[in-house]
């Protein structure tokens, strides 16, 4: 046999009390049993165990008659027949997978066992508060990775989908799971991940998924997300079946799926939920509200303070009341004053956020203008501008938009037209040049692809025969 750890059982129990503290852990169990007549060493922690079914393995569990076989590894066998047992080779392993929550065994020859009965704390799927639909399925991913692997394998049934298990930080040992369907998701992209995985040397990723893209992406100052998060298992399955990646990290109900574009975060399940006319409205829908939640407060702040550039047409978006305060800093404050509100509304208990409503809406709303803080006309526009930024599915992004208009506020506000259109140059030369994964950040506008770029700006009938895109650069491009 390979597998022999120890030479005895008080060896193991004495390297077992070192690691793990005689009796200062409460939750660390390490117990002397019996298997049948083998005496055994039982290690797992309670927490993370089914108690319910260890207790019925080692009591039910037994064969009818008494075998007699003299080889220890055959008699453990013979007698503990369940079907998750495996073998253990390294200490190392043997304790991350006791730490893991698998119940792990020492025979009294110091061979080393392990039986995967988990039994993690967590909820149940439930639909993502922030990927609601009208129509649809209502479970979400959620916290624990075994779960979620479950919820995507049963929208596909192929024996090619794989899920890559690695181990990540020194101190840690955060479980990350790289899915794809094999033969369609593109090797070179995989070889990449699995390389960035393995240089990532750290005692842990506290932020889960967060934390490794950062780690993988080299995210640095760079205020936009450079993949995809849902909590959607029938969104990863999309994905999936595009030819994408999906990484998963337990402990976090999102997942994040690359290779990712501007569109892709700017998608919704909700547009392949109607009929395609209907989804192509929406998705027009949603483009043009961005564009006009990134552009309308300095478009408008322009006008207003230079009137020779509004046509008579439009006269009535100029200023009404003046303000005692500048419009440039009444535009800030506002933008900025939503900004605190989202904030405290996050961190408001639900008991309270009605109250914190009413209070927000009639200071800001009503008495800041009475008071002469604000005009009618800087609300309105920044209400709008606000709203217009929660239309977009990707939370991330919508925070980049938010952050992008300031800034071009900012340059309106410094050096008039010219520093309006010299910040949607810098913004948009910036956009072209992220390449996340290799994959243009603006594709398929940059570089121009004009059948994706269609399939883009409409939603085609699922009947209508795609290919895979060619960002993910997969080996079937043809899906039918």
């Known amino acids: ?28 169990n390490i117990k002397h049993l019996f298997v049948k007549d083998l005496p055994v060493l039982c290690v797992y922690i309670s927490g993370l165990v089914d ?60 061979y080393a066992y392990v039986a995967d009965i988990r039994s993690y704390p967590g909820r149940s799927p439930e639909e993502p508060d922030n990927e609601k639909v009208i129509r649809g399925s209502r479970d979400g991913f959620i916290e624990g990775i075994s779960q979620n692997v479950g919820l995507v394998r049963r929208r596909i049934r192929n024996s090619n989908l794989r899920f890559e298990l690695h181990k990540i930080s020194e101190i840690g040992q955060t479980d990350v799971a790289l899915a794809y369907i094999k033969g369609i998701a593109n090797d070179e992209m995989l070889d990449k991940l699995r390389q960035r995985l393995g240089q990532i040397h750290h005692d842990g990723l506290t932020m889960a998924d967060k934390s490794l893209e950062e780690w993988l992406f080299k995210q640095k100052f760079h205020p936009v997300p450079f993949v995809r998060y849902t909590e959607r298992p029938d969104i990863s399955a999309a994905h999936l079946l595009e030819g994408h990646i999906i990484i ?111 209070v927000a809406g009639i200071v800001i709303g009503q008495i800041a203008i009475d008071v002469g803080v604000f005009s009618p006309e800087v609300v309105l526009y920044t209400a709008v501008s606000a709203i217009l930024t929660f239309i977009i599915p990707s939370y991330e992004l919508g925070i980049s938009v938010k952050f992008f208009r300031l800034a071009l506020l900012i340059m309106t506000g410094i050096w008039g037209v010219n520093g309006l259109f010299i910040g949607i140059f810098i913004l948009f030369t910036y956009l072209c040049s992220l390449r996340p994964m290799q994959a243009p950040y603006l594709w398929p506008l940059i570089p121009f692809f004009p059948n994706a770029m269609l399939r883009v700006l409409i939603r085609f009938p699922m009947t209508v025969d795609a290919l895979r895109p060619y960002v993910v650069d997969s080996k079937q491009r043809k899906r039918s």
């Open 248 to 358: 998963m990290v337990d402990t976090s109900p999102s997942v994040m799926i690359v290779p990712a574009t501007i569109f892709h975060l700017l998608q919704h399940a909700e547009e392949y939920r109607q009929a395609p006319t209907v989804g192509t409205f929406v998705r027009f829908m949603r483009y043009f509200g961005v564009v006009v939640g990134l552009l309308l407060l300095p478009l408008w702040y322009l006008f207003a303070t230079h009137g020779t550039y509004l046509p008579d047409a439009l006269s009535f978006l100029g200023e009404k009341e003046k303000s005692h305060i500048p419009i440039l800093l009444q535009i800030l404050i506002g933008d900025i004053g939503i900004e605190f509100l989202r904030m405290a509304a996050i961190h408001t208990p639900s008991p309270l956020s009605t109250a914190m409503g009413l």
């Open 51 to 110: 108690g319910v079914v260890l207790t019925q393995l080692l009591s039910n569990m037994l064969p009818d008659e008494d075998i007699d076989v003299e080889d220890e590894k055959e008699y453990f066998e013979a007698y503990f027949n369940f079907q998750g047992r495996s073998e253990e080779t390294e200490r190392k392993t043997f304790l991350v997978d006791t730490l893991s929550g698998q119940v792990t065994f020492v025979t009294k020859s110091g």
């Open 1 to 28: 046999m390979t597998n022999k750890l120890f030479n005895s059982l008080e060896e193991a129990e004495s390297f077992l009390k070192e690691q793990f503290g005689d009796g200062e852990s409460f939750d660390v």
